[in-house]
Structure formats: structure tokens, C-alpha cells
């Protein structure tokens, strides 16, 4: 019994000749862990906050620009949207979605160079191939349209995602057209036939560009 | 055994074991622990290592099934569809999640409170209307707002890529341009007359042909079958059926059909409560006792917006209203009333105004074939039963048609493929084909078929009589459609040689006696006078320069030569409208499409 006693109390002064030695470190190590668990825990709702913000303020872009007919003062309240999104959220999904919105907006306006220095951004600025791919299809369009054919096919020779490459053969053949390069064209136009038709996925006027460039010989 | 769970629960081992699930759990929740022990059997599939789970794909497929978008039988079917769907949408998900989209709970609630779904009459976000309908569908709170964070991620990202699209005024003048082209153009049929020296066929040629097709000449194997038909109704023709019978059946008939019904709703809960509500009720059925009229009572009394029309609620039929209303509806006859009954937080007192019924004369006819069908179910079974034990036991068929009393018929020669009358019935043919009842090598050594069921009145068995194999028919006895096969062919080489002939000379300036027919400002779409394939040529030619250019094509048969004589504009902005719209929609939907097929290009997809 007394044995046992003394062991009690040899242990208990171990206990606190540890304590001396590594309390501090201890208590110490626990606030760290705390400060990383509480910070950890503002971090992530931060990004929560963050992710709503930007949510909201897309999901009334959305609403705007799907509207039939859009007034001056809607095209005025999106625009600001985009910035926002584009300011506050810019490394976002949500940032791209906005650019290919805004390129729009600019082309309904008539504002081409507008579109294609949006599209731009979004083709300097994505991580995402996909949306950088289908940014570079729409402005090869925007440029073709502002009459630069040449600097169109060089958009197009840029990285495209597989699954649109019927749609840029199809940019390609309008801006071959425009360039007087018949014979390419048909080229181009038959490759989109015949890509669109292996990946079931029509494409509206590429039979009828493809007819009306008949070549004399034909019959 | 638990004391001794306890004991060791002391040792150091069982110790940290037990810090182990308390850190999983804490972490993890408890999923990842049930998770580990119930392995991948429970997933269809894996997309990029998220796994689609067998359980959530038999929920969309029961969905999909109660809410009659699927029929039944084509479960199967839809299964691999939904399957295919769900891992589009998990991918569309991760790569929403990845570019930082997302909705939150607030969100969430928002539109659950907006949806008109939910709203009662006044437009208000009602809980009760939420959750019964979200029972009805198959979902839990909980798992429709994560389905519905799910659905809007992807809708944001579908609807951004859509609303990004756009189509360039260049683009839609010029497809605009295209698709209201208008071409001036002349055409003629070229026929047997053309030609400067008609198509003939020698007997060598025929032979070349014959041997060059031979597949065309082939005849599949065939047999002759004898077969018995046992019909009920045959044997119910002749049954007596007695009037009290035929109003018994009438009477079934007529509590079962659907009945118009008016109701009058006392709700408690809000304004009233339940004794309140019955006391209310009780006055109404004491007014009707003293001869007021129901309708008046129901736009006195009722609170359901179903009082304008006197509480009319239309027909009815079982399964709508739930069954207390089921039981008391069809408790009465037309024109009762109903004790009151309670239910979805009211009291309800019912009138059947009408049941919906044929008269009895109207149905009489169909009442009695029903009733001598019924009649004469127990003889059809006992015969069905004796004509599968006879003819399982019988070497021929005729000695089981002469006992039962049935006809012994004979078939002519059928193939498998193009049976038809009672033969094309599903399983008929198999069964002819069927290894034992069919013997090629000896066909008196068949057995009787089993017992064909055709369908719940008509059993039939039958025997191979007589059998020969596949052949190619002899030259001899197919000469003539041969002649005909060459003669058509040669004639369509002939006049495309003729046509080409034509066409060089036309080119040439020359001048070629044809019956030209004209064809005045043709749009690419339909014309009522010329063939779609003679347009569609005409508009493959390339545009004159000045004079006109030519060609010819293939047409059901026969060979056009056309004339493109000029090509113009159709004004029409009713069309420029609806192709302007229809090129944005196309866009739209390549961007969205694209991502789809992009993401599963570059996917990491395992199915089990």
C-alpha cells in the first residue's frame, strides 16, 4: 500500500517536472492548431460568401440578357454586371460566361471591335480550354465580319477543342469566300459536312454555302 | 460477450481503434466508413472517380416510370439512357464545381418559395402543398434542394455558354440570301424514246446477270405445318346467358365506372378549428336532411374554390382523391349524399351527381359476350389442360385434334421470316422452328409443339408436315423477273450515257430536240409540280454567267436533263426572321453541346 503511494507520488512529480519542461510548447501548439482550425473555417466561408456574391450577380445577368428585347437601361445594368463579375470574381467560370456574354452585347450593338476585344481577354485570361476554344471560334467570326479574312484563318489555325472542329471548318470556308479562294472553300465547306454529319451535330447552311459554290465543271 | 468487449476496450489496441473511428467520423462523416465496407458493387458507374450509384439510378429510373415519361416495358432501355445522362450531368457538375460555380442555400430557398408549384391559390409558398408534392415525385426535402443545386449549377453554365452565342449580320443576311435563293430552270425526262438505239437482252446476258445475283434468287428454308386452335370463343358461342345474370353483370360494371361528384369542404386548421368545422358540417347536413339543395349549400358553405360550380369536382375515378374519399364515392348511388368524412385536414360531405356509365341496352351486346366468355372459362381451361397432356403424349397431332374435337388444319409453305395471318403471331414461328418439333433430317420424326399461348383466349399446337431446305431457285424458274432486273438496269445505263451525251452537246451550244418543261422562280423548299430531287439538282448547278448551264441527275428511276436558265432573290421577311432565330439556336446549342462531348472526350468514365 505505502509502495504504491510513493509510486502515486513519483509519478505525479514527473507529471509536473514535464509539465515545467514542455507546458508552454503544449499550450502553445494547441492555439496554433485552433487559430488554423478557426481560420481554416472564416477562409472557407469567405469563399462561400464569395461564391454566392458571384452567383447572384450572374444569375441577374442571366435573367437580363435572356429577355426578348432589351432596353438601353438593361444592356447598361448588364454591362455593369459583367464588370463587377469580371472585377470581383475574375478567375471564375463565372468571369468567362461573362465575356462570352459581353461579346454579344457589343455584336447586337454593333460594336465589333467591342466583341473582339472581350473575347480577347477571355482567350488571354481562361484556364479553360474549352471556353478559350469557343472564344476563339466567335471572334474568327467577329473579325471576318469586321473584314479581316486573313487574320480570321489565323485565329482559326490556333487550339480549337476537337468537338467544334466542324463548326471552324465552317468559319473557315465563309472566310475563304470572302478572300476570293474558291476551291479551298469548297474544301473547307465539304470537311463540315462531313465532320457535322460523323458527329451527328447539323450545322445550318454549309449544304447550301457548299451548292452555291458549284464549280463549272460539275453537273 | 460484451463483458469481454469491455475488458479488452481497456487495452491500447482497442483504444486506438476506437480514436480511429472518432477521427473518421469527425472528419469524414459516417458515409466514408459505411462507404469503405460496401464497396463498388453499389456503383454503375465511376466518372473521373466520383461514382454514380446504382441506387440513385434506379430512383430517376422508378421516377421516370411512375411519372408515365417511360413505359414499363422499356425499363431497360431508359435505364442506359438515364445512366448516360446522369454521368453527362456529372461531368457538367464537376466542371461547374471546378470553375468555382455555385448556389447557395439562400439561393435555394428563394426559388423554392417562388415556384408556382408550391403556391397555394393566393399565391402564397404553402409547406404543406411543398412536401406532398415532393412525396409524390419521390423526394425528400433535403434530396430535392441538393437535386436542385445540382440542376441550377448546370443550368448557369448551359445558359451562360447559350446566352454567349450570337449570330453576325453577315451571317444571317447570307443565309438568308441561300435559303430564299430563287432559281429559273428548265428540265426533261428522259425516256426509252431518247435513246437511239433501244435496250435489248440476250439470253447470255440473262445467264451472266442470274449468276452475278444469285443472292436475289435465293429461297430460305420452309415447312408446312398442321396445327389445332383451341379459342374460348368458339366455345363460348353457344352458351346460354340469363337475364338476371347479364343486370348482376351490369350492376358490377356500373359501381366501378367513374362518377361526378360534388363536394362540399369544410377546412379547420387556420380559421376554424376541428369541432368548430364539424359543427359547421352538421349544419349543413341538417339543412340537406331538410330538403336544401346541395348545390346551394356548397356556394354557401364550402370553402374549396369548387362551390362556384355548386361543388362540382367533374368525373372522377379511383386513385385520385385519396381512400376515404374512394370508399365513401362509391358507397353511393346517384343522387346519395355521404355522411360527413374527414380528411386532408376537412370535413367533406359527397354527392354523386352521376355515374358514368353506358346505359344497359347500349351495353347488352358486350355484356353478353363478356358473360358467355366467363361461361365458358372453366371448359376452355380443362380443354387447355387436356390438349397440353395429350399432345405432349401423342405421336400425331390428328388423333389429339379427333379427341378434343378440334379442326386439324394444314398450312401452306411458310419461312420464318415472312409468315403471316395466324403464323406471325409472336411465338408461332419459333416454335415451328424449334429443334425438336422441327427434324430436317426426317420430319416424321417432330414432335407436337407445346402449347402456344397466342393470348388469353386462343391456345394453339402445331407439327411440322412437311419441310425443304434453303435453295437458289433454277435459272428457268425465275427467267422473267431476271429479264426484267437486267432490262431496268441496262436501261438506266443507257440513259445516263444519253444524258451525259446531251448535256456535252447543250454545253457545246447545240442545239437538242427535248421536251422541256419549265420551272418559274423555284425556292429550294417544296414545289407542288416539280420532283424535290430535280430541284434539289438544279440547285447543285453552278450559276450561269450568261446563257445557262446544264446537267442531269437520277430521279426514282428515271434521268433529268437540266437547264439552270437564271438565279434570283425572294423577298420574304417572315423567313429572314425565323432563320435568324433558328442559326441562333443552333449556335446555342453547338456551344453547349460541344462542352458535353469535350468533357467526356477528356473524362476518366469506368462502368461496372
Redesign the interface.
Known amino acids: 500500500m505505502a509502495e504504491e503511494l510513493r509510486t502515486e507520488e513519483e509519478q505525479l512529480d514527473a507529471i509536473k517536472r514535464w509539465w515545467k519542461g514542455n507546458g508552454t510548447s503544449l499550450l502553445a501548439g494547441i492555439a496554433i492548431a485552433a487559430a488554423g482550425v478557426f481560420g481554416w473555417k472564416a477562409w472557407q466561408n469567405h469563399q462561400d460568401t464569395q461564391r454566392e456574391a458571384a452567383s447572384v450577380r450572374y444569375e441577374q445577368l442571366i435573367q437580363l440578357v435572356g429577355q426578348q428585347d432589351m432596353s438601353d437601361q438593361n444592356r447598361k445594368q448588364a454591362s455593369t454586371l459583367i464588370e463587377e463579375i469580371d472585377s470581383e470574381h475574375g478567375n471564375t467560370l463565372y468571369a468567362d460566361l461573362a465575356h462570352l456574354v459581353q461579346a454579344r452585347l457589343a455584336v447586337e450593338a454593333g460594336e465589333q471591335a467591342q466583341a473582339s476585344q472581350a473575347l480577347q481577354q477571355l482567350i488571354n485570361n481562361s484556364k479553360r480550354p474549352y471556353v478559350q476554344g469557343l472564344a476563339r471560334l466567335n471572334l474568327a467570326r467577329v473579325q471576318l465580319e469586321q473584314g479581316n479574312g486573313e487574320q480570321a484563318l489565323d485565329t482559326l489555325k490556333q487550339q480549337l477543342p476537337e468537338t467544334l472542329a466542324a463548326q471552324a471548318a465552317n468559319v473557315r470556308g465563309d472566310a475563304l469566300v470572302v478572300l476570293g479562294r474558291r476551291d479551298e472553300a469548297r474544301q473547307a465547306y465539304q470537311q463540315a459536312l462531313t465532320l457535322s454529319e460523323q458527329s451527328d451535330q447539323p450545322i445550318y447552311g454549309v449544304q447550301l454555302k457548299l451548292d452555291d459554290l458549284a464549280p463549272q465543271e460539275a453537273s | 460477450m460484451l463483458q469481454r468487449i469491455r475488458d479488452r476496450s481497456q487495452g491500447w489496441i482497442a483504444k486506438i481503434i476506437v480514436a480511429l473511428i472518432v477521427i473518421t467520423f469527425a472528419f469524414f462523416g459516417v458515409e466514408s466508413i459505411i462507404g469503405a465496407f460496401t464497396g463498388d458493387s453499389n456503383d454503375v458507374a465511376t466518372v473521373n472517380g466520383e461514382a454514380i450509384k446504382r441506387q440513385d439510378v434506379e430512383t430517376q429510373v422508378q421516377r421516370a416510370i411512375r411519372s408515365g415519361q417511360v413505359p414499363p416495358e422499356q425499363e431497360r432501355e431508359a435505364r442506359a439512357q438515364i445512366i448516360d445522362q446522369m454521368i453527362s450531368r456529372k461531368l457538367l457538375q464537376q466542371?461547374?464545381r471546378?470553375?468555382?460555380?455555385?448556389?447557395?442555400d439562400?439561393?435555394v430557398d428563394q426559388m423554392i418559395v417562388g415556384l408556382p408549384e408550391f403556391q397555394d391559390q393566393q399565391g402564397h409558398f404553402s409547406r404543406d402543398l411543398f412536401v406532398n408534392r415532393l412525396a409524390s415525385a419521390g423526394y425528400t426535402p433535403a434530396s430535392f434542394r441538393a437535386q436542385l443545386k445540382e440542376d441550377m449549377v448546370i443550368q448557369?453554365?448551359q445558359?451562360?455558354?447559350a446566352?454567349?452565342?450570337?449570330v453576325?449580320?453577315?451571317?444571317r443576311e447570307?443565309?438568308n440570301a441561300?435559303?430564299n435563293?430563287t432559281r429559273t430552270f428548265r428540265y426533261a425526262m428522259l425516256s426509252e424514246n431518247d435513246l437511239e438505239t433501244p435496250v435489248t437482252v440476250s439470253d447470255a446476258e440473262i445467264e451472266q446477270y442470274y449468276a452475278n445475283h444469285q443472292d436475289a434468287y435465293k429461297r430460305p428454308e420452309q415447312i408446312k405445318l398442321k396445327y389445332v386452335v383451341l379459342d374460348q370463343n368458339d366455345m363460348a358461342q353457344d352458351r346460354q346467358i340469363d337475364e338476371a345474370t347479364l343486370q348482376q353483370a351490369y350492376a358490377e360494371r356500373r359501381s366501378a365506372a367513374p362518377r361526378q361528384v360534388s363536394d362540399i369542404i369544410v377546412n379547420y386548421g387556420d380559421e376554424r378549428s376541428e369541432s368548430e368545422a364539424q359543427a359547421r358540417i352538421k349544419e349543413v347536413q341538417d339543412k340537406l336532411a331538410q330538403g336544401a339543395d346541395f348545390s346551394a349549400l356548397a356556394q354557401q358553405y364550402s370553402d374549396d374554390s369548387s362551390k362556384q360550380n355548386g361543388g362540382d369536382l367533374g368525373v372522377v375515378t379511383k386513385g385520385i382523391f385519396g381512400d376515404k374519399f374512394d370508399q365513401a364515392v362509391y358507397s353511393l348511388d346517384e343522387g346519395q349524399v355521404s355522411q360527413p368524412v374527414q380528411f386532408d385536414n376537412a370535413y367533406h360531405l359527397l354527392k354523386v351527381t352521376n355515374i358514368d356509365v353506358p346505359s344497359f341496352d347500349d351495353m347488352r351486346a358486350d355484356l353478353i359476350k363478356q358473360a358467355r366468355l366467363d361461361a365458358a372459362k372453366q371448359a376452355f381451361q380443362d380443354k387447355a389442360q387436356r390438349l397440353k397432356d395429350e399432345s405432349f403424349s401423342a405421336d400425331d397431332l390428328k388423333s389429339v385434334a379427333n379427341d378434343l374435337g378440334l379442326t386439324l388444319r394444314q398450312s401452306d409453305w411458310l419461312s420464318q421470316d415472312s409468315a403471316n395471318d395466324i403464323f406471325a403471331e409472336p411465338g408461332v414461328m419459333d416454335a415451328a422452328f424449334n429443334d425438336d418439333v422441327l427434324n430436317r433430317d426426317n420430319v416424321e420424326q417432330g414432335y407436337n409443339s407445346e402449347v402456344i399461348e397466342l393470348d388469353d383466349q386462343r391456345r394453339m399446337v402445331l407439327r411440322v408436315s412437311d419441310y425443304r431446305p434453303a435453295t437458289t431457285l433454277p435459272l428457268e424458274q425465275v427467267r422473267d423477273q431476271v429479264r426484267r432486273a437486267l432490262e431496268t438496269e441496262k436501261l438506266q445505263q443507257a440513259l445516263t450515257e444519253r444524258a451525259?451525251d446531251i448535256?456535252a452537246s447543250l454545253r457545246q451550244g447545240e442545239d437538242v430536240a427535248l421536251e422541256w418543261k419549265k420551272a418559274q422562280a423555284v425556292t429550294?423548299n417544296e414545289h407542288p409540280d416539280v420532283d424535290q430531287g430535280i430541284i434539289d439538282a438544279a440547285?447543285?448547278?453552278?450559276?450561269p454567267d450568261k446563257g445557262s448551264?446544264?446537267?442531269?441527275t437520277g430521279v426514282e428511276g428515271r434521268e433529268v436533263v437540266i437547264a439552270l436558265d437564271r438565279v434570283g432573290q425572294k423577298e420574304d421577311s417572315d423567313a429572314a426572321s425565323f432563320i435568324a432565330s433558328?442559326?441562333e439556336r443552333?449556335q446555342a446549342q453547338?456551344?453547349v453541346?460541344?462542352?458535353s462531348?469535350?468533357?467526356r472526350?477528356n473524362a476518366d468514365i469506368d462502368r461496372n
Open positions: 466542371y461547374a471546378k470553375g468555382d460555380l455555385a448556389f447557395s439562400a439561393q448557369q453554365l445558359q451562360g455558354l446566352s454567349g452565342s450570337f453576325l449580320p453577315s451571317e447570307r443565309l441561300l435559303q435563293q451525259d448535256v429550294r440547285y447543285r448547278l453552278p450559276r448551264t446544264y446537267g442531269h433558328m442559326a443552333l453547338t456551344a453541346r460541344g462542352l462531348e469535350s468533357l472526350k
